[in-house]
């Protein structure tokens, strides 16, 4: 069963990097669908990143194309979402998500995933 738990998150100025780490504990090895999605206070959840099953392809909200990048390490069971250019609109509460029966290969909506991390929170300044 995935236990997603995300970390990275921070406060950081307009113009900044972060990377986002999300290691599923409970899949050893997992190349399931993963997703990043955000939620700033107000708004519905967004989608940011995703990439595909066995890492075939990734996909990208346009709000972040160029400038985030979403990336597997197998061996630490880990899936990154690496943040440059940050802008003050990327200030949200950031989760990653998968699919636990592992049977999506790709998924850009929220509702295709059934476990969640408990997000890490993304503050930049201007």
């Known amino acids: 069963q995935a236990q997603l738990v995300e970390s990275g998150g921070g406060p950081v100025q307009a113009g900044g990097s972060l990377r986002l780490s999300c290691t599923d504990s409970g899949r050893p090895f997992s190349t399931c669908a993963m997703g990043w999605f955000r939620q700033a206070p107000g708004q519905e959840r967004e989608f940011v990143a995703a990439i595909s099953r066995i890492d075939t392809n990734t996909f990208y909200g346009d709000s972040v194309k160029d400038r985030f990048t979403i990336s597997r390490d197998k061996v630490r069971n880990t899936v990154y979402l690496q943040m440059n250019s940050l802008k003050p609109e990327d200030t949200a509460v950031y989760y990653c998500?998968?699919?636990?029966?592992?049977?999506?290969?790709?998924?850009?909506?929220?509702?295709?995933?059934?476990?969640w991390g408990q997000g890490t929170q993304v503050t930049v300044s201007s």
């Open positions: 998500a998968t699919d636990s029966r592992c049977t999506v290969i790709f998924a850009i909506v929220s509702r295709a995933y059934d476990s």
